[in-house]
């Protein structure tokens, strides 16, 4: 194979046009928790691979979209983040989705650069979202681009390429959602620190809430408290807890005039689950809080 390192005259090209529509335009909100904005730049500044573990909808991919943004200063660039690519794994997902292939146009067969390629290529972050999804012979691939190496193989052209300087993998994944089939091996997730995430505490979820929805404070306090309480149903047959993403659409919905209660049983009470008897623990919970 032949190595191609990085930055190459042709991958600063990359960087400075074809990702360009990877790149946040706004500041997406996000509020820290504990210490997670500063455990990232660190690994970001030491070239560490980050895995981040977590329940649905409790801000994993909000918090690297926030990170892209606040890491504009390694770029030299005070309006632009870091570029962002984003995939979503999923079991049919190959290493050829990846990496790139062969097309064909018109006459000609052309290669195709996959997303982890162009975040190679341009110094981006590759985001990986629930990796465990994805088939294991294809997060194999992903090995050689978690240590000192830093190196992507694309068999298909006979290469291995140098991560440019700001290539940074995250993964994530729901330890929820996890069993025999469906975890990471363990060769891989040795190669990567952790962040776990949770849903946050009262106030900062209702902050949240608030911000993300524009519906009262008020309303946004009693939709985190109902957040907790429901939460607390998951011993009584209740999958997973609901997400703040949840609670955010709630009260999106409370903001434009849809009465609470009804905006809660479509957003928590329906969305949660189809079990009738949950659906009645979770309305009882939901009428304490939102009498008619």
């Avoid at 500044?45 to 981040?52: G, K, R, S, T």
């Avoid at 146009?105 to 979202?129: F, M, N, Q, S």
């Avoid at 681009?145 to 940074?168: H, M, N, Q, S, W």
């Amino acid at each position: 194979m032949t190595t191609t390192t990085a930055p190459t005259d042709t991958q600063s090209d990359y960087r400075s046009i074809e990702v360009q529509e990877f790149r946040l335009t706004e500041e997406p909100f996000y509020l820290p928790v504990e210490d997670e904005v500063e455990l990232f730049e660190t690994a970001y500044e030491q070239q560490i691979p980050v895995l981040l573990k977590g329940p649905t909808g409790c801000g994993k991919t909000r918090f690297v979209e926030y990170m892209s943004w606040r890491l504009h200063q390694h770029l030299g660039d005070e309006t632009q983040g870091v570029p962002l690519i984003t995939v979503a794994c999923h079991e049919d997902l190959s290493a050829s989705d990846l990496v790139g292939r062969y097309l064909l146009e018109g006459d000609d067969t052309v290669w195709i650069d996959g997303p982890i390629t162009r975040a190679v290529k341009a110094g981006a972050i590759c985001y990986l979202d629930e990796i465990v999804e994805a088939r294991k012979d294809t997060t194999v691939l992903i090995h050689p681009l978690t240590d000192y190496r830093r190196l992507l193989p694309i068999d298909k052209r006979g290469e291995l390429i140098e991560a440019a300087e700001g290539f940074l993998l995250v993964l994530s994944y729901n330890p929820g959602y996890q069993s025999a089939l469906k975890d990471l091996k363990h060769s891989t997730r040795q190669r990567f620190i952790a962040i776990e995430f949770d849903y946050p505490p009262r106030d900062k979820e209702a902050e949240i809430i608030r911000n993300e929805s524009g519906c009262t404070a008020e309303d946004a306090l009693e939709l985190a408290k109902l957040g907790e309480k429901v939460r607390n149903l998951k011993e009584h047959g209740l999958g997973e807890g609901v997400s703040t993403r949840l609670l955010v659409y709630a009260g999106r919905l409370i903001a434009r005039g849809i009465p609470a209660l009804r905006a809660c049983q479509t957003a928590v009470v329906w969305g949660l689950t189809d079990d009738t008897e949950v659906q009645r623990s979770i309305e009882e919970v939901v009428t304490s809080i939102f009498p008619e």
